[in-house]
């Protein structure tokens, strides 16, 4: 039912910031649970951060905390990733997700809990 579009990627130089987007559509956005993935060459795909239904809780993995912000626009069916003091490390395709989860949130929801996907968009952090 809803599709997810993720735009933004590109290639910036280390020290930079990027701000990636999810639009969604169909389905009713505000009812999803948010969250955003990575995979870099040869590895498992990772949790990078989640949002709950209006915003009003975030978790973040160790790696990106204090860099990375996780927000969501219900009105405007988007959710952003703002990423500031980027380092090669953080180079991976990254991926939208939303969850159908209607329970208590007082984790961070695994992987397998999202349901839905986007097609991923390329951020390639330069040295």
């Known amino acids: ?3 997810l579009v993720e735009s933004g990627g590109g290639l910036v130089q ?3 910031s990027l701000r990636l987007s999810c639009a969604a ?11 955003w993935f990575r995979q870099a060459p040869g590895k498992e795909r990772e949790f990078v951060a989640m949002v709950s239904w209006s ?7 160790d790696s990106v905390q204090d860099r990375f912000t996780i927000l969501r626009d ?5 959710m952003y990733l703002q990423m500031n003091s ?3 490390e953080d180079t991976a395709v990254y991926y939208c997700a939303a969850s159908e989860y209607t329970g208590s949130l007082y ?5 397998h809990e999202y349901e839905h996907w986007g097609q991923g968009t390329q951020v390639t ?3």
Not at 25 to 35: A, E, K, N, R, V
């Open 1 to 3: 039912q809803v599709q």
């Open 14 to 16: 280390a020290g930079g």
């Open 25 to 35: 559509s169909g389905g009713t956005f505000s009812s999803y649970i948010m969250g």
């Open 55 to 61: 915003g009003g809780r975030t978790y973040y993995a």
């Open 74 to 78: 219900n009105a405007a069916n988007t």
């Open 86 to 88: 980027l380092t090669p």
């Open 107 to 111: 984790r961070r929801l695994q992987m």
């Open 125 to 127: 952090v330069s040295s």
